[in-house]
């Protein structure tokens, strides 16, 4: 599903340059649930942000679905993060002006799809995630919790392959942030690809492979390799 | 991503900011419609006054002495009977009415008001005053009547408000201790658009009551409207001539008229339309500010929607839409203010300045109040768009 080899990403200013991510392979395979973990500044947003189509890796190369995204246009990244990637963020990221359906509905409008079909498919996705008596509501009056859950609709209304999440439980209490595990280990049974940022180690017990990052480099990267082969 | 959506999405960011956008909104509205208003009023005065002039289009006025039109009428000496003769004379002339222009003094218990008198041949009034001298009200002057006066609606409102009195047709007005019948009021005054203090009566009542017999205006007939500034320039060789002057005479053609009232609006729309044009570019800067501030304060926004697969286009037409549908709703205010202005103001010039003036509402004007103003709203809002458009997603996401 994924297969990215030698990622470089600098990030420079003028003298001092910080390589964030160091020379760094990683495949993920249809189906895992992989979370990465590591201290802050480690690179582990870096890679997920490169991996989530964000951003382009100084240098290396990116395979999503077969498809070299390093050569792409701006554009066509864009729809690839439309189309095969579903985001999900640590602060949920809605938009605050729109409600909870409205969320949920606007990556297929951006898609273009129809707006019944669109309108149908987000109520189907927010009553997925238990907040159908909601979704008239906007961001501000939605707990932490069932916006994480809004945003998980959102990352799935254009059925995406891989579903990306950048501490999805990281501003969650651990109650309600177990029930957003739920739901992501329930989408990964269901043969969706999940790749997580996380410090939580509950996240990690869950997930088939955990690598650790720091300073640009997996630590645990012959482990990693063990177990592909 | 669907038009309609992007609609939805634009007006719903402008509820948000109820007072920001109504005050841009405003801003455009106030601009068109003072472009609309100007210009329905600059065409209907243009239209009226025009018509009015059609009626004595194949007369040609003559002065003895050198018109500054508008402004300044410098004598030399008046017109003599062979002087009328001769014009006569000339080859296109098919016949020539002579005027007095004289001040005096009308009177009403014992108060004073100047007006000016203009004595001809009542049998001439019809023929050459034309359309001017429509009736509102009343009759023409009788031949041989020396004591009848016809006045024009506005010479009667001024009469009535110095004197502060009612007068009417039937009633007796004063003029120079003589008393005259009001006869008949006509409808305009007489150069179709000037407000002038003009009583109309016979040439015998006024060489009566101001001793005079200088004749000050010739309105003459011509067969071939094609050869007018040519007649024209003879009528005036001719005069300067028998005068012993040069370059005096002062013969003006219907067209030279029209003309000179086309360019009079030409200049008065040229100026104000240009005022109003600033106001729309302010309106538009306004625009500019409000896009900016509502582009550097949804930049997350931007930074989620570009995260979740909007491309740089769809960012774009967002905010252009947006910026559209503020300029939009500015210009529909402002087409029905402008209509709404023109028939307030057109009540008040045809009350006051050129009576029974049509309001002519094309709907080219309206149309390109509204062409105008969705034009400032998407050229305004292009750049704020295009910074939105081009913000990367992950800056975008990280700003607070």
């Not at chain 1, 050569?71 to 990244?77: A, V």
């Not at chain 1, 606007?106 to 008596?133: H, I, W, Y």
């Not at chain 2, 669907?2 to 455009?28: C, G, Q």
């Not at chain 2, 910026?323 to 939009?328: G, M, N, P, Q």
């Amino acid at each position: 599903m994924i297969r990215a080899k030698n990622l470089i990403k600098v990030y420079g200013m003028e003298d001092i340059e910080i390589r964030a991510l160091n020379d760094i392979d990683f495949n993920v395979d249809q189906g895992e649930f992989v979370a990465i973990q590591g201290p802050s500044g480690g690179g582990k947003s870096t890679l997920l942000n490169v991996l989530g189509c964000l951003e382009k890796p100084t240098s290396g190369t990116i395979f999503i679905d077969s498809i070299d995204i390093t050569q792409m246009s701006d554009k066509e990244l864009a729809k690839i993060r439309r189309d095969k990637i579903g985001f999900i963020f640590q602060s949920y990221n809605l938009i605050p002006t729109l409600n909870a359906l409205e969320n949920v509905m606007l990556p297929m409008m951006f898609a273009g799809k129809d707006t019944n079909r669109v309108s149908e498919r987000a109520t189907m996705l927010l009553e997925m995630v238990g907040m159908q008596e909601r979704m008239k509501h906007k961001s501000s009056e939605l707990s932490g919790g069932e916006q994480q859950r809004v945003a998980i609709a959102r990352a799935l209304s254009n059925d995406p392959l891989i579903i990306v999440g950048d501490e999805p439980t990281g501003n969650l209490d651990s109650k309600t942030g177990s029930a957003v595990m739920d739901i992501l280990t329930k989408l990964n049974k269901e043969g969706r690809t999940v790749v997580v940022v996380t410090h939580d180690p509950a996240v990690a017990g869950i997930a088939h492979r955990v690598m650790q990052i720091k300073d640009g480099k997996f630590i645990n990267n012959q482990l990693a390799q063990e177990e592909q082969a | 991503m669907k038009r309609l959506n992007n609609i939805i999405f634009a007006y719903r960011n402008l509820r948000e900011h109820k007072m920001r956008s109504l005050l841009t909104i405003l801003s455009i509205a106030v601009s068109i419609a003072t472009i609309v208003s100007l210009i329905i009023i600059g065409q209907s005065m243009e239209q009226a006054a025009g018509e009015r002039l059609h009626g004595t289009v194949d007369v040609i006025r003559v002065f003895p002495g050198h018109v500054i039109p508008g402004r300044d009428f410098v004598a030399y000496g008046s017109f003599t009977e062979a002087d009328i003769n001769v014009v006569k004379g000339i080859d296109g002339v098919t016949d020539v009415s002579s005027w007095m222009i004289e001040i005096a003094e009308a009177g009403y218990e014992r108060q004073l008001a100047p007006v000016e008198l203009m004595g001809g041949d009542p049998a001439d009034i019809r023929g050459f005053l034309g359309g001017v001298v429509e009736l509102e009200e009343g009759r023409l002057i009788r031949e041989g009547a020396n004591r009848e006066v016809m006045l024009s609606t506005s010479t009667l409102e001024h009469i009535n408000s110095w004197f502060d009195a009612e007068m009417k047709v039937g009633d007796i007005l004063m003029i120079n201790d003589v008393d005259f019948t009001i006869v008949g009021i006509m409808a305009y005054d007489f150069a179709g658009i000037e407000v002038s203090h003009r009583v109309l009566l016979s040439k015998e009542a006024v060489k009566e009551i101001t001793q005079s017999d200088d004749v000050m205006l010739m309105l003459v007939r011509i067969d071939d409207l094609g050869r007018a500034d040519e007649i024209k320039e003879q009528i005036e060789e001719t005069l300067d001539e028998r005068h012993g002057v040069s370059g005096l005479t002062t013969a003006i053609t219907a067209e030279a008229v029209l003309e000179q009232v086309g360019m009079v609006f030409l200049i008065i729309q040229a100026v104000v339309v240009s005022i109003a044009f600033i106001a729309l570019i302010v309106g538009g800067i306004g625009i500019v500010n409000i896009m900016l501030m509502s582009v550097i304060e949804r930049t997350r926004d931007i930074g989620i929607m570009k995260a979740i697969g909007a491309t740089s286009k769809d960012v774009l037409s967002l905010f252009l839409v947006e910026a559209a549908t503020i300029s939009l709703i500015g210009g529909i205010l402002g087409v029905s203010a402008g209509v709404a202005v023109s028939v307030a103001v057109g009540t008040f010039i045809s009350r006051f300045i050129i009576a029974d003036m049509p309001l002519i509402i094309a709907p080219e004007v309206l149309i390109g109040g509204l062409i105008i103003a969705l034009m400032t709203g998407v050229i305004s809002g292009l750049y704020p768009a295009r910074r939105a458009a081009k913000m990367r997603p992950i800056e975008a996401l990280r700003h607070e």
